[in-house]
Each structure stands twice: as C-alpha cells, then as structure tokens.
C-alpha cells in the first residue's frame, strides 16, 4: 500500500515498533548506533532482571545504560499451554522499558489491554517472531531491539517483556466479497465489478457528503469486525470531484492491505469509523468527507487539499 494514502500523522505509540515488519531494523539501519557517547553499566539480557506474576505489569530492573548490540531473546518464565506456531496469530501483554533510563516507556497492562499480531514477518518485526513463535502461552519472554521509541528521539537498546496470553489459528481471507447484493443509495456513484471483483464508479453526481456516509454493496455472513483487530482488505479509492481514476487501489498491486488495530489504526479517520461493524466477506462504498480522510494538506502529489473520497473496500478476514 502507498504509504501517502492511507496513513495518518498521527504519531504511532512505542508498542507499535515491534508490530511494524519493518520499523525496527529500518531504525537499526538509519538511527545513530546506542553505543554512541555512551559507556554501558550493562551489555546483556542475563543482567536485567524481572520480577513479578505474569499477568501483571513486570517489575523490570538492570544496571543504566544498557547497551546490547544485537537483538537478544531470553525466557523468563515457561508457561504451560499451547505452543505458538508461526502463522498464527498471538495475544499478548508488552511492557517497554528504555536501556538509557531504565523506566517504563509504555505497556499494554496500562493500556488495559494485550496487543494481537500475527506471526509473520511481512507483518511484524522479525525480532518479535523469533521472540514468541515455538513459545508455550503462558510464558514471559525478554527481546532486546536497538531503536528509537518513538519517532525524532535517540537510538538506543529497547527492552520489551512479552507475556504471551494466547494464540489462534488464522482464517484463510476471502479473495473477494462474497455474500447478498445491496442497493446503494442514490447519491453514491454506480459500482461496476470486474471479472476478479476489482471495482470501477461512475463519476458521482451531487455534492459530495459533508459527513462520513457508508453503504454496503455485499452484505457478507462474517464474523463482525471489532476494534482492535487485524483486518484484511481489499480496496480502491477515487478523487469525489474526479473519478476517472484511482489515486490507489490494492486490486492493481495484487496484494490485499491489512489494517492492524482498526478503530485506532494508523490510517484515516474515516477508514477507521467505518470498518468497525461491518462483517467479513462485506463490500462497502464509504464517502468520505476532508476532515476525515486529509484535510487541507491533502496528500500530494494524488490528493489535493480538502478534497472528498470515495473507496470501495471488500473485507477479507479478521484476526485479533
């Protein structure tokens, strides 16, 4: 997916570097190394030390600075339950502590809720997967991964604990909606699917919505999607005032897109208010108006400034 499409500027949260496939070693190749100026009073994963029940908030404790060259995974603890498989999706609670300062940077436990990903690493950090995949649920995990917290600060050793709550097998997605035609309200524009299911609009008539507006194309029989989950999509998006062509569509790269986290997930506004709800196997025509999609800024060179849009997304799967 374009990233200048569908992303937000919207910071992401720390966690979210160890749920990107590639953010961590991207900050591993371009951030300056967390030996620099620095003299470490610890250097390895044997010299911190975490106490505490898992299922709580750990109690994580080293000498500062912790500098650990390379990515490190240790075992806390070992749990007892199901063996986490690569491919699968996992549930866990994660607990980031910074190597300069030795504090919490964020944790799932404050949050009030464990984070879902899956164990692929097209989809997160290869760090994490050596971390959980051949792990019983139940067990505590230490990765270490050289990095910034967040975006603009200093690179530095980044110690995450993992408490691995549970794992699921992942649907096969659909590779198109399937279920009940619907009939679309008269304002949207005529929708036309190909062969494939990759769609094409007519130009809209009328003024554009001033407020975000959905309909459904395919009423698909699906489970219904939920914040928080991991949902794949397939999509195409058109200029409202122009939609002689597609500014981005999935359809033509030949790979769905998967929002992780939908409702608070790094895209627009309007992506993430009108996914959750909708069921799996679903088509829907969402309208969207700048406010929530980009804004006077826009997203050049494709999108122009207060500029309304028009997608049409089928919903392929849903893990988390």
């Not at 979210?16 to 030996?35: F, G, I, K, R, Y």
């Not at 994660?94 to 692929?120: K, R």
């Not at 050596?130 to 967040?150: C, F, I, K, T, Y």
Request: glycine content about 10%; charged content about 20%; aromatic content about 4%.
């Amino acid at each position: 997916m374009k990233k200048t499409v569908l992303t937000t500027a919207a910071a992401a949260a720390a966690l979210v570097l160890v749920l990107s496939a590639c953010s961590a070693e991207e900050a591993d190749q371009t951030a300056p190394s967390p030996t620099a100026d620095v003299t470490p009073a610890a250097t390895s994963l044997d010299e911190v030390t975490v106490e505490g029940d898992v299922g709580e908030q750990p109690d994580v404790s080293f000498d500062a600075p912790l500098v650990i060259e390379d990515t490190e995974t240790s075992m806390v603890s070992e749990g007892d339950g199901e063996t986490v498989e690569e491919g699968q999706q996992v549930t866990a609670h994660m607990t980031l502590v910074s190597g300069t300062t030795g504090e919490v940077v964020e944790s799932s436990y404050e949050a009030g809720s464990p984070s879902g990903f899956p164990t692929d690493t097209e989809q997160i950090n290869s760090g994490l997967l050596e971390a959980v995949v051949d792990q019983p649920v139940g067990s505590r995990v230490l990765l270490s991964l050289n990095g910034a917290a967040s975006a603009g600060q200093q690179a530095e050793t980044l110690i995450y604990v993992i408490d691995i709550e549970g794992v699921e097998d992942i649907p096969e997605p659909l590779e198109r909606a399937e279920g009940e035609e619907q009939e679309l309200p008269e304002e949207f524009p005529e929708l036309t699917l190909g062969e494939d299911g990759a769609p094409s609009i007519s130009q809209p008539e009328g003024d554009a919505p001033s407020e975000l507006e959905t309909a459904i194309a395919i009423e698909g029989e699906g489970p219904e999607i939920e914040e928080g989950q991991n949902v794949s999509v397939h999509y195409t998006g058109w200029l409202w005032d122009d939609a002689s062509e597609p500014f981005d569509s999935s359809w033509e790269r030949g790979e769905p897109f998967v929002v992780q986290g939908v409702g608070s997930a790094p895209v627009i506004d309007g992506w993430n208010e009108s996914l959750v709800g909708q069921k799996v196997g679903s088509q829907i025509v969402v309208a969207i108006p700048p406010e929530k999609g980009y804004g006077e800024a826009g997203s050049p060179p494709s999108i122009p400034g207060d500029a309304p849009l028009v997608f049409v997304i089928d919903i392929l799967s849903s893990v988390g």
